[in-house]
């Protein structure tokens, strides 16, 4: 009989295959364990762990409709939580927000949810794990032909390695996983709030006479309607109109008016950053409004370019059917992407020293129930359904903000003359700017927005005039 000491490497062998086998199981089981799902308060959120490192703490992930970005919080041990925005129901999540204690409970709800589900994930993680092990250790055992107790003995400390691993990993060294995600109330908490991006008034020339600021994209601009009689470098490269709502209101009111609208404007790009049209450097819209120190009035239509609603209709029109998953996980990362610009830029609003009344102009819906009139673009009842759907989300995102920041939102309706009816307000597919209002459509936007400013607390004048064909 060998003396003990001798028997030292063979165990250390053994204890190091062992380990190395529970450490392969546990990476498989990580990556194939499926994620639990929870739905508080209109957010579909998917509970998983990330992919263990040999790190001892560091951030988790989340994944916000495809976009990774590290938790806030710092997690111990090595495996740490993943989690996955996949849908966000604005409406829901409105609804839950408003309610009476709301928005307490609508935290509480997540936190409940992101912990149980982070409970149930492991319990699943650590069954497969040990199928993984035992799978392993009974191949090991078969290449080898081992007796049947071998493989049993094999087979058993195989699981009770994983097992060790997995307590050793989770239950021990991330034991205070579960008391983070229970102050978790909403995912600012888990990435931190957005650092808002102020706005300046650089270079912006002074303007006291003017008692209204019109800032936005193509629909403000009035893009393919009659060109200003005398128009800047910015007004051609923006495609302003002297048919823009802009221009109804100021007549209406008797103000002076400023159209800085620019065709193709996003937040980030028109607003509170400058824009490149052709060869015209476009300084940002909001810095520029800034000039206007008397203003009293800041209308904003803006969100269609942000999401990219061209480029939505085009595959639309291209494709088979709209609600395919490929066009609806890429709708809703720009809706992501824009609900954070555009709260940036209500921050930014809210902060202007002479406190305008401040309407945000939601969007029409171009498509009526007849849509024969765009058979050879491809659009089907349909279609146009699923992308009057996708307008609603995008009204929702601007309402809620509008409500959040004490703006008043402003419903575009244009029933009985949308798109294939006798008289559109918006231009058909063979204009030069399809799907945005014509003449008419923005005189209808102009008396949406002075009904609602005759709603505020000091009356506007009383806006007679009618749309015409």
């Known amino acids: 009989m060998r003396p003990w000491f001798r028997r030292i490497p063979t165990v250390l062998g053994y204890a190091a295959a062992v380990l190395a086998v529970a450490a392969l199981s546990v990476w498989l089981s990580v990556r194939v364990t499926p994620m639990q799902t929870v739905t508080p308060a209109g957010q579909t959120v998917q509970v998983g762990a990330a992919t263990p490192d040999l790190s001892l703490s560091g951030p988790g992930e989340l994944e916000l409709f495809g976009q990774s970005i590290p938790t806030r919080p710092q997690f111990e041990g090595p495996i740490r939580p993943r989690l996955k925005l996949t849908h966000i129901s604005f409406n829901?999540?409105?609804?839950?927000?408003?309610?009476?204690?709301?928005?307490?409970?609508?935290?509480?709800?997540?936190?409940?949810?992101?912990?149980?589900?982070?409970?149930?994930?492991?319990?699943?993680?650590?069954?497969?794990?040990?199928?993984?092990?035992?799978?392993?250790?009974?191949?090991?055992?078969?290449?080898?032909?081992?007796?049947?107790?071998?493989?049993?003995?094999?087979?058993?400390?195989?699981?009770?390695?994983?097992?060790?691993?997995?307590?050793?990993?989770?239950?021990?060294?991330?034991?205070?996983?579960?008391?983070?995600?229970?102050?978790?109330?909403?995912?600012?908490?888990?990435?931190?709030?957005?650092?808002?991006?102020?706005?300046?008034?650089?270079?912006?020339?002074?303007?006291p006479g003017v008692q209204a600021v019109v800032i936005g994209d193509s629909t403000a601009a009035a893009i393919g309607n009659a060109p200003l009689d005398d128009p800047t470098a910015a007004d051609k490269a923006c495609g302003r109109s002297k048919d823009a709502y802009a221009v109804y209101l100021a007549a209406a009111n008797n103000w002076t008016t400023l159209n800085l609208a620019c065709s193709g404007a996003t937040i980030r790009e028109g607003l509170l950053g400058s824009q490149q049209r052709g060869t015209t450097r476009v300084p940002p819209q909001l810095s520029a409004a800034m000039g206007a120190t008397k203003a009293s009035v800041i209308i904003v239509s803006i969100g269609a370019n942000d999401i990219h609603w061209s480029t939505l209709t085009a595959l639309c029109a291209a494709a088979d059917a709209c609600d395919d998953r490929a066009s609806t996980a890429y709708f809703q990362q720009q809706i992501a992407a824009f609900t954070t610009a555009y709260y940036d830029l209500l921050d930014n609003l809210a902060a202007l020293p002479q406190h305008p009344r401040v309407l945000i102009n939601e969007y029409y819906n171009p498509f009526g129930e007849n849509v024969d009139c765009l058979k050879e673009q491809n659009i089907t009842p349909a279609k146009a359904k699923v992308l009057k759907s996708r307008l609603e989300e995008l009204n929702s995102v601007l309402r809620q903000g509008a409500q959040t920041f004490n703006f008043t939102a402003v419903p575009q309706h244009f029933d009985g003359h949308r798109l294939c009816s006798d008289q559109p307000f918006v231009q058909g597919p063979d204009a030069n700017a399809p799907l945005h209002p014509n003449a008419a459509g923005e005189l209808a936007i102009a008396l949406a927005d002075q009904q609602a400013l005759s709603r505020t607390r000091t009356p506007a004048p009383t806006f007679t005039a009618q749309p015409t064909p």
């Not at 999540?93 to 936190?111: C, M, N, V, Y």
């Not at 040990?130 to 007796?147: C, D, E, K, L």
Request: charged residues 15%; positive net charge; aromatic residues 4%.
């Open 92 to 207: 829901s999540q409105a609804r839950a927000l408003t309610e009476p204690g709301g928005a307490e409970a609508a935290g509480k709800d997540l936190s409940e949810q992101l912990t149980s589900a982070w409970t149930r994930y492991l319990l699943w993680e650590a069954l497969i794990a040990a199928g993984f092990a035992a799978m392993i250790a009974v191949t090991v055992a078969s290449i080898r032909r081992s007796s049947r107790m071998t493989t049993l003995r094999a087979l058993a400390v195989a699981v009770a390695g994983v097992c060790a691993v997995n307590a050793l990993g989770v239950y021990l060294l991330a034991s205070a996983t579960p008391q983070i995600l229970r102050k978790v109330r909403g995912i600012e908490d888990l990435v931190g709030p957005s650092t808002p991006t102020p706005v300046q008034a650089i270079g912006a020339p002074a303007r």
